[in-house]
C-alpha cells in the first residue's frame, strides 16, 4: 500500500481516501469480508490525521462499502459490490423525482396498466367500444385514398391545408366561422393543452376549473408551473376569479357541452355568464368541445360560435367519435396565438402524421363522418338506455344520476361517502374497473364516472350487478363502523 492522497490534488483528502478505496472494492482488491488496517496505521501509511482517515471510513460505512463489527474492526460490506453497481449508474430516481412533469396519480396509473388486459370489465373507460370503431369503414376508405406523394411528408407547421380546410366547414355546421390560417391540427385535444400551457401562460399563471374537472385527470398545466383553481358556475364568479387570479396571467377552461367527468352541459345563461366575465376581466377561455358530436339531440351553439374578440380558444377531436388511434384534434384561435403554437408544435413532433389527416379530411369532405356519428349517436342511445335502466331498477336507493344527454359517461352519486382506493381495488381483484370520482375531484368520495360506451351489453349488465354488490358491501361496512 504505497499510495498517498495529494495535497495538490482538486479533491479534498478525505475524499481521495474515499475514492482510492471504493476503487479497490470495485477492482476487486478488497472483496467482501476483507478486513482493513486499523485507523492509526491507515493514518500512517496515508501521511494523514487519523481524525481525515476516521471521517473517510464513515462515509464510506454510510455509503453501504464498509461495516463494523463489534469488536472486530472494519471490513468490505457483503453488499458492498451491488452498492458499488447502483453507485456506477445515474441515479435515476432523483432524475425522474425532480423532473418538470408531474406524475400521474396512482389510481390513475393503475387504471393506465389495467385498461389492456382484456379479462377485465371497464365500467370508466373513456373511448368507445371496439365495436363501435368504423374499422371496416376505415379500411375501405384506405383503398380509395388517392394520395399525392408530397401529402406523405411532413406537413406545413399548421397541418394539412386539406382537412384545415374540411374542418372549417364542418364549423360552420355549429355556428363557427372561421379560417384555414387560424386552425392548427394536433394529436389530440391532450396535446393542445400541453402546447397552451408552455406557450400562452407564464409560470405561476392561474388555470381556473370546474371542481369536478378532467384537468385533474391529467397534468398539462400543473407540470407548466401554473396554479389550479376551481371556480364556481352559479354563484360569485366574478369575484372568485378576480380575487384568485390576483393580476397575474390566468386562464378558464370549460367543458360547457358534455362535461368530462359529469356528462352536464351548461345552458345558455352560464355559457354567456362566464363569456362576459371573462372578456370583462381579459381572461382566455379554452372551450374543450370533443364530445360535441355525440349529443343525442341537437344542443346548444358552442361558446366560440358568439365569440367576436378572439377571447375563445376552441378545441375539437376525432378520437371520441371517429377513432382515438388517429391522433386528429384541432386548435381554432386567433393567428398569433396559431402561430405561436404550431411552432411549439414543430420543435416537440414535427407534426401530425400526414396518413391520419389525409383519412380525416376524407371523412369530413365526403358525408362518411356524418353518417357515422349519426349511426354512433343511435348506439351510445341504446347504451345509455340500458346502464340507466339497470341503475333505475337496482341503484335508485343507494344512489342518484341525472340522465345522460349524450356522451360516454353518468356521473353516478353513492349517497355514502364509499368511493375510496381500498374500493377501487376490491372491485379490480373482480375485474371491475371503474374511474373513481376523487380522480376528477379529490375531495370526492361519493362519484364515479360510469361509461356506457366501451363494455359490451352483457359486460355492462354483469359489471353491474358486481358493482351493486361491492357497493352495498361498502355501505354496511360504512354503517358498522
Same mark, same amino acid.
Not at 14 to 23: L, S
Not at 334 to 361: C, F, N
Not at 371 to 378: A, G, I, V, W
Given at each position: 500500500?504505497?499510495?498517498?492522497?495529494?495535497k495538490?490534488?482538486?479533491?479534498?483528502?478525505?475524499?481521495?481516501?474515499?475514492?482510492?478505496?471504493a476503487?479497490? %472494492?470495485?477492482?476487486g482488491?478488497?472483496?467482501?469480508?476483507?478486513?482493513?488496517?486499523?485507523?492509526? !496505521?491507515?493514518?500512517?501509511r496515508?501521511?494523514?490525521?487519523?481524525s481525515?482517515?476516521?471521517?473517510?471510513?464513515?462515509?464510506?460505512?454510510?455509503?453501504g462499502?464498509l461495516e463494523?463489527?463489534? @469488536?472486530?474492526?472494519? $471490513?468490505v460490506?457483503?453488499?458492498?459490490w451491488n452498492?458499488?453497481l447502483?453507485?456506477s449508474?445515474?441515479n435515476?430516481?432523483?432524475? %425522474?423525482?425532480?423532473?418538470?412533469?408531474?406524475?400521474?396519480?396512482?389510481?390513475?396509473?393503475l387504471?393506465?396498466?389495467?385498461?389492456?388486459?382484456p379479462?377485465?370489465?371497464?365500467l370508466?373507460?373513456?373511448e368507445?367500444?371496439?365495436d363501435?370503431? =368504423?374499422?371496416?369503414?376505415?379500411e375501405?376508405?384506405?383503398?380509395?385514398l388517392?394520395l399525392d406523394?408530397?401529402t406523405?411528408? $411532413?406537413?406545413?407547421?399548421l397541418?394539412?391545408?386539406?382537412?384545415?380546410?374540411?374542418?372549417?366547414?364542418?364549423?360552420?355546421t355549429?355556428?363557427?366561422?372561421t379560417?384555414?390560417?387560424?386552425i392548427?391540427?394536433?394529436?389530440g385535444?391532450?396535446q393542445?393543452?400541453?402546447?397552451i400551457?408552455?406557450?400562452?401562460?407564464?409560470?405561476?399563471?392561474?388555470v381556473?376549473h370546474e371542481?369536478?374537472?378532467?384537468?385533474?385527470?391529467?397534468? =398539462?398545466?400543473?407540470s407548466?408551473?401554473?396554479?389550479?383553481?376551481s371556480?364556481p358556475l352559479r354563484?360569485?364568479?366574478?369575484?372568485?376569479?378576480k380575487?384568485a387570479?390576483?393580476?397575474r396571467?390566468?386562464l378558464? +377552461?370549460a367543458v360547457p357541452?358534455?362535461n368530462?367527468?359529469?356528462?352536464a352541459?351548461w345552458?345558455?345563461?352560464?355559457? !354567456?355568464?362566464?363569456y362576459e366575465i371573462?372578456?370583462?376581466?381579459?381572461?382566455?377561455?379554452?372551450?374543450d368541445?370533443?364530445?360535441?358530436?355525440?349529443?343525442?339531440?341537437? @344542443?346548444?351553439?358552442p361558446?366560440k360560435a358568439?365569440?367576436?374578440?378572439g377571447?375563445?380558444?376552441?378545441l375539437?377531436?376525432?378520437s371520441?367519435?371517429?377513432? =382515438?388511434?388517429?391522433?386528429i384534434?384541432w386548435i381554432?384561435?386567433?393567428s398569433?396565438?396559431?402561430?405561436?403554437?404550431?411552432?411549439?408544435k414543430?420543435q416537440t413532433? +414535427?407534426?401530425?402524421?400526414? %396518413?391520419?389527416?389525409?383519412?380525416?379530411?376524407h371523412?369530413?369532405e365526403?358525408?362518411?363522418?356524418a353518417r357515422?356519428?349519426?349511426y354512433?349517436?343511435?348506439?351510445l342511445?341504446l347504451?345509455?338506455?340500458?346502464?340507466e335502466?339497470?341503475l333505475?331498477l337496482?341503484?335508485?336507493?343507494?344512489a342518484?344520476?341525472?340522465?345522460?344527454?349524450?356522451?360516454?359517461?353518468?356521473?353516478?352519486?353513492?349517497?355514502?361517502?364509499?368511493?375510496?382506493?381500498?374500493?377501487?381495488?376490491c372491485?379490480?381483484e373482480?375485474?371491475?374497473? %371503474?374511474? =373513481?370520482? +376523487?380522480?376528477?375531484d379529490?375531495?370526492d368520495q361519493?362519484h364515479i364516472?360510469?361509461?356506457?360506451?366501451?363494455?359490451s351489453?352483457?359486460?355492462?349488465?354483469?359489471?353491474?350487478?358486481i358493482?351493486?354488490e361491492?357497493?352495498?358491501?361498502a355501505i354496511e361496512?360504512?354503517?358498522?363502523?
Amino acid at each position: 500500500m504505497d499510495w498517498k492522497p495529494s495535497k495538490q490534488a482538486h479533491q479534498t483528502l478525505q475524499a481521495q481516501i474515499v475514492t482510492w478505496i471504493a476503487e479497490r %472494492i470495485e477492482h476487486g482488491d478488497w472483496v467482501a469480508g476483507t478486513s482493513l488496517p486499523p485507523q492509526r !496505521e491507515l493514518a500512517l501509511r496515508f501521511g494523514v490525521n487519523r481524525s481525515t482517515v476516521q471521517a473517510a471510513l464513515d462515509e464510506l460505512k454510510a455509503d453501504g462499502l464498509l461495516e463494523t463489527r463489534r @469488536g472486530a474492526g472494519v $471490513y468490505v460490506s457483503g453488499s458492498a459490490w451491488n452498492t458499488l453497481l447502483t453507485r456506477s449508474q445515474p441515479n435515476w430516481h432523483r432524475h %425522474i423525482r425532480a423532473s418538470v412533469h408531474k406524475p400521474n396519480r396512482h389510481t390513475i396509473r393503475l387504471i393506465n396498466e389495467s385498461e389492456p388486459n382484456p379479462k377485465l370489465i371497464r365500467l370508466g373507460t373513456g373511448e368507445l367500444s371496439p365495436d363501435l370503431l =368504423p374499422a371496416r369503414q376505415l379500411e375501405d376508405s384506405l383503398r380509395q385514398l388517392k394520395l399525392d406523394p408530397r401529402t406523405l411528408g $411532413y406537413s406545413e407547421p399548421l397541418g394539412s391545408l386539406r382537412l384545415r380546410q374540411a374542418i372549417c366547414h364542418h364549423m360552420q355546421t355549429l355556428g363557427i366561422h372561421t379560417q384555414p390560417d387560424n386552425i392548427c391540427i394536433v394529436s389530440g385535444a391532450i396535446q393542445a393543452l400541453q402546447l397552451i400551457s408552455v406557450g400562452l401562460l407564464e409560470e405561476g399563471s392561474t388555470v381556473f376549473h370546474e371542481k369536478a374537472s378532467y384537468l385533474n385527470s391529467v397534468h =398539462p398545466f400543473q407540470s407548466a408551473g401554473m396554479k389550479m383553481s376551481s371556480f364556481p358556475l352559479r354563484s360569485d364568479t366574478k369575484e372568485h376569479l378576480k380575487r384568485a387570479s390576483r393580476g397575474r396571467q390566468s386562464l378558464l +377552461y370549460a367543458v360547457p357541452t358534455l362535461n368530462n367527468p359529469t356528462g352536464a352541459s351548461w345552458n345558455q345563461a352560464e355559457r !354567456e355568464k362566464v363569456y362576459e366575465i371573462c372578456s370583462e376581466l381579459r381572461i382566455p377561455i379554452v372551450e374543450d368541445d370533443v364530445y360535441r358530436d355525440l349529443l343525442f339531440e341537437p @344542443g346548444l351553439p358552442p361558446i366560440k360560435a358568439d365569440d367576436s374578440s378572439g377571447q375563445v380558444l376552441y378545441l375539437g377531436s376525432l378520437s371520441k367519435s371517429l377513432s =382515438p388511434g388517429l391522433r386528429i384534434g384541432w386548435i381554432i384561435a386567433p393567428s398569433p396565438v396559431i402561430s405561436r403554437l404550431a411552432d411549439i408544435k414543430m420543435q416537440t413532433d +414535427y407534426g401530425s402524421s400526414a %396518413i391520419s389527416q389525409e383519412i380525416a379530411a376524407h371523412w369530413l369532405e365526403s358525408g362518411l363522418y356524418a353518417r357515422h356519428t349519426e349511426y354512433l349517436r343511435s348506439k351510445l342511445r341504446l347504451r345509455a338506455d340500458l346502464v340507466e335502466q339497470v341503475l333505475r331498477l337496482s341503484f335508485h336507493d343507494i344512489a342518484e344520476w341525472q340522465s345522460p344527454h349524450g356522451g360516454f359517461y353518468i356521473w353516478l352519486r353513492f349517497r355514502k361517502p364509499i368511493v375510496n382506493k381500498h374500493w377501487f381495488r376490491c372491485l379490480l381483484e373482480r375485474s371491475i374497473l %371503474i374511474n =373513481p370520482g +376523487y380522480i376528477y375531484d379529490p375531495s370526492d368520495q361519493n362519484h364515479i364516472r360510469l361509461s356506457y360506451a366501451y363494455a359490451s351489453h352483457e359486460q355492462l349488465l354483469t359489471g353491474l350487478e358486481i358493482l351493486l354488490e361491492e357497493a352495498k358491501l361498502a355501505i354496511e361496512k360504512s354503517r358498522s363502523d
